[in-house]
């Protein structure tokens, strides 16, 4: 039931609109506790399936990397969500029960 | 302030064996994440402090690199390769000990399953080599027994590579779960469960190739019928006697014979007196696979069994003991200096006398019946039983008898020996 739940994550907070690593980082760490170094992996991994593309844009005299969602990577994230909301109406009737007793 | 092109440099030089590309991508989004931080108002000791120091960094895009490399290409070494280095990207953590539980099962099973399909793979080449080998020492098979043997070595090693081919699957299967556990154990405070793959799995030339070797073991399976090669295998093993035996017998002046010297593979040998006064008669009962000629030379009569190179895995056969026998009868009263006596696995039953007698079986029972002359009798059945006048013995070994008489010797391997 946690399938990916990084991997959705940050696919969620990229439907919002591009970013970059250092913001996205700092709003899934507002969200749940990640290690600082796996965002890289993920954002990696979900290139190579093309859920996600990049590019880069000058910042500051440097260049700063931006990720954005691809189609591929919505129709993911729908999966992901539907996946979840099924997850939450369960989690909802177990707390219910769990106020009851 | 710390040095970020030191720190690059020390990353770069950890991971110098590594493609160079995914090194420079990872340190590229470590760099910008450094610099985005340090925009953001902290300094770099303290996002360095967050994500680790170089030596963590390149333990980290390590162990993700030896991941990618097992996720793409699954094998054991690679397998064995990303768990180190998960490891000790974890060193000492408690990321580590979690990991090292939620892995271990499947990473020992991946590892057994490689290991069992390897040793499947050998046994294939095994039974191809040994097949080959069997053909090529048959030289007095037709040709139809031959091209039967051949097909039972397609059939045996086809079918060994394609069970060894569903456990390589097997393996590749537990190695990808095994280092989705090992992934999600490197993202620490990420829950546990299926990561999806980076790279899609090649698992198809697999399944075909082990239809193809199933196809290739049944074709050799049917084979080896038109040549009848099985059911004589099967009725050998079986102890069925062969209605077509060439039984031959010889006949030795008894006078010119001191010495009688015998082996045989399977057969049983049975040496006895009988009511002729002259002659020693030797019948044997040659089955089509085996034969042997008793030859009379200096005193000496010498019989040895052979494979006729008739049929394959004689080798196998003779550890089985044979249905067919060698006989001898001597005269009574006859007494030779010497009777040696051996045989792979067919039974020795003797009842006559000599000067020294010495018996040699590997599977095969010894029957001796002392009555005849007084002995000095020696007995050893080390893996077998010793039963002497009807009375089980408890040890592997007996003596007994006159210091100075006529020496006996029996030994068997597993067999057992009763003396009479």
Redesign the interface.
């Known amino acids: 039931?946690?399938?990916?739940?990084?991997?959705a994550l940050v696919l969620a907070i990229l439907k919002d609109g591009d970013t970059?690593?250092?913001?996205l980082?700092?709003r899934v760490s507002g969200i749940?506790?990640?290690?600082?170094?796996?965002l890289?992996?993920?954002?990696?991994?979900l290139e190579?399936?093309e859920m996600l593309s990049t590019y880069s844009e000058e910042h500051?005299g440097?260049?700063?990397?931006y990720y954005s969602i691809t189609k591929k990577g919505r129709a993911k994230l729908r999966e992901y969500a539907e996946e979840l909301s099924e997850l939450e109406r369960v989690i909802r009737t177990i707390t219910k029960g769990g106020d009851k007793s | 302030m710390t040095d970020t092109n030191s720190i690059r440099a020390s990353i770069r030089a950890e991971l110098a064996d590594l493609p160079e590309q995914s090194v420079r991508k990872a340190l590229e989004f470590y760099e910008e994440y450094v610099a985005d931080a340090v925009e953001a108002g902290h300094t770099v000791e303290e996002v360095l402090q967050r994500i680790g120091g170089a030596k963590e960094i390149a333990a980290q895009i390590r162990a993700e690199a030896a991941l990618d490399g097992a996720e793409a290409n699954p094998g054991p070494l690679r397998l064995i390769g990303a768990r180190r280095q998960v490891r000790k990207r974890l060193a000492r953590s408690a990321a580590r000990v979690s990991m090292v539980l939620g892995a271990s099962l499947p990473y020992t099973f991946a590892l057994t399953f490689y290991l069992v399909s390897i040793v499947l793979f050998v046994g294939a080449v095994a039974a191809a080599a040994l097949m080959g080998y069997e053909i090529t020492t048959m030289h007095g098979a037709d040709t139809m027994t031959k091209i039967g043997a051949g097909s039972a070595g397609v059939f045996a090693a086809g079918l060994l590579s394609a069970v060894a081919l569903g456990f390589l699957a097997a393996a590749r299967g537990i190695t990808r779960v095994t280092l989705r556990k090992l992934r999600s154990g490197l993202r620490r405070g990420m829950p546990a469960g299926d990561m999806p793959e980076a790279v899609p799995p090649r698992t198809r030339g697999l399944g075909t190739a082990a239809l193809i070797l199933t196809v290739v073991a049944f074709a050799g399976f049917g084979g080896t019928f038109p040549s009848g090669l099985p059911t004589e295998l099967f009725s050998i093993w079986n102890s069925m006697k062969p209605a077509d035996l060439n039984v031959r017998t010889w006949s030795f002046p008894a006078a010119q014979v001191r010495q009688i010297q015998i082996a045989t593979l399977n057969s049983a040998v049975i040496l006895e007196s009988s009511s002729d006064l002259n002659a020693i008669g030797v019948t044997y009962e040659e089955p089509k696979w085996l034969t042997g000629t008793p030859v009379a030379k200096d005193g000496r009569l010498a019989f040895r069994e052979m494979s006729s190179g008739a049929i394959p895995f004689m080798d196998f056969i003779a550890m089985h003991e044979g249905t067919t026998s060698l006989k001898i009868t001597v005269p009574r009263g006859y007494r030779a200096d010497s009777l040696v006596v051996s045989s792979h696995s067919g039974s020795v039953s003797l009842s006559v006398p000599g000067g020294s007698v010495r018996v040699d079986t590997g599977s095969g029972n010894i029957h001796f019946d002392s009555a005849a002359a007084a002995y000095r009798m020696r007995a050893t059945a080390p893996a077998g039983r010793i039963i002497v006048k009807g009375k089980a013995l408890r040890s592997t070994s007996y003596e007994a008898g006159a210091a100075n008489g006529a020496t006996v010797d029996l030994a068997t391997q597993n067999g057992t020996v009763e003396i009479r």
């Open positions: 039931m946690k399938k990916g739940v990084l991997d970059y690593g250092y913001s980082s700092e749940m506790e990640v290690a600082e170094t796996a890289y992996p993920v954002l990696r991994r190579a399936q500051n440097r260049l700063r990397r």
